[in-house]
C-alpha cells in the first residue's frame, strides 16, 4: 500500500534555531517529491518538487533532500524564523504524476 | 496575476441543499486541482484536470461530487445533495503541468448543517 508518513507530528523550537522534518514513503513507482508549507487558514505554498534524478533542492532558507533507495525525504529549516510556524506536508506522486499521496503534515511552532 | 481565485470563501448550507463553489486558475496553466481538507483525513486530491479534461477523478468520494470545466479559466465542484460530512475545506490549485509547481487557492470553508 502506498504510503506518506511524516515525522514528528509535531515540534517545538526556539527562533534563530534549525530543524529538520523526515518523510518516509513506500510509493512506488516513483514520479516527484513535494514539500509544501501550509500557514493556518491559507492554502498549502510550494516550496520544492524533487523528482527522481534529484537529491537536494533550496528555496531560502529551506533545504530539502531526497534518497530514492531508502524512499526518505527531510525539509531543513536553517535559522528558524516566527513566521515558519505552519504545517509542513510532505506529497509523493506515483509514476505517471496523477496519483498523488499526501503525509499528515509536521506542525511546527517557533517560540521568540 | 491574481493568483487562483475560488469562490465563495465561506459558504454554510443545510443538508440536502445543493452546493457549487468556483475557481479561476492561473491564466496560462493547463493543470488544475480540486483538493478536500478536513483535521481527520488531512489533504486529499478529489480529481486533476489536464487541458480541461478530467484525467483522473478516482478521488471523488461518491456520486454526490461532480466537477467541470467547461473552459480552461473556470471550474466547478458541485455536490448534490450535501451532507454534514462534506464540511471541509476545499482547494483549487493549478499548475502549468502536472509535475510542476502547484498553487493554490484561499479556500472555500463549507459547512453543512
Known amino acids: 500500500k502506498n504510503q506518506v508518513e511524516q515525522s514528528p507530528q509535531s515540534l517545538i523550537i526556539l527562533e534563530g534555531k534549525n530543524c529538520t522534518l523526515q518523510?518516509?514513503?513506500?510509493?512506488?513507482?516513483?514520479?516527484?517529491l513535494r514539500w509544501y508549507k501550509q500557514d493556518t487558514g491559507r492554502g498549502p505554498v510550494s516550496l520544492t518538487i524533487?523528482?527522481?534524478?534529484?537529491n537536494t533542492k533550496s528555496n531560502g532558507r529551506y533545504t530539502a533532500t531526497l534518497d530514492a533507495d531508502t524512499k526518505q525525504s527531510s525539509l531543513h529549516i536553517t535559522a528558524s524564523q516566527l513566521s515558519d510556524s505552519a504545517s509542513y506536508i510532505c506529497?509523493?506522486?506515483?509514476?505517471?504524476?496523477?496519483?498523488?499521496?499526501f503525509g499528515a503534515g509536521t506542525r511546527l511552532f517557533v517560540k521568540a | 496575476d491574481a493568483g487562483v481565485i475560488q469562490s465563495p470563501r465561506h459558504e454554510v448550507t443545510e443538508m440536502g441543499q445543493e452546493v457549487t463553489l468556483r475557481c479561476k486558475p492561473i491564466?496560462?496553466?493547463?493543470?488544475l486541482f480540486w483538493y478536500r481538507q478536513t483535521m481527520m483525513r488531512g489533504l486529499e486530491l478529489l480529481i486533476y484536470?489536464?487541458?480541461?479534461?478530467?484525467?483522473?477523478d478516482s478521488g471523488m468520494p461518491e456520486d454526490r461530487f461532480s466537477a467541470k470545466m467547461p473552459n480552461a479559466s473556470f471550474s466547478t465542484l458541485k455536490i448534490q445533495p450535501s451532507e454534514p460530512r462534506d464540511s471541509a475545506v476545499y482547494f483549487c490549485?493549478?499548475?502549468?503541468?502536472?509535475?510542476?509547481?502547484?498553487?493554490f487557492g484561499p479556500g472555500t470553508r463549507l459547512t453543512v448543517l
Open positions: 490549485a493549478s499548475s502549468v503541468a502536472n509535475l510542476d509547481t502547484q498553487y
Open positions: 518523510c518516509n514513503y513506500t510509493v512506488s513507482p516513483f514520479s516527484n
Open positions: 524533487m523528482t527522481f534524478s534529484e
Open positions: 506529497v509523493v506522486s506515483e509514476g505517471g504524476g496523477f496519483k498523488t499521496i
Open positions: 491564466s496560462g496553466h493547463n493543470s
Open positions: 484536470f489536464n487541458n480541461n479534461v478530467p484525467i483522473d
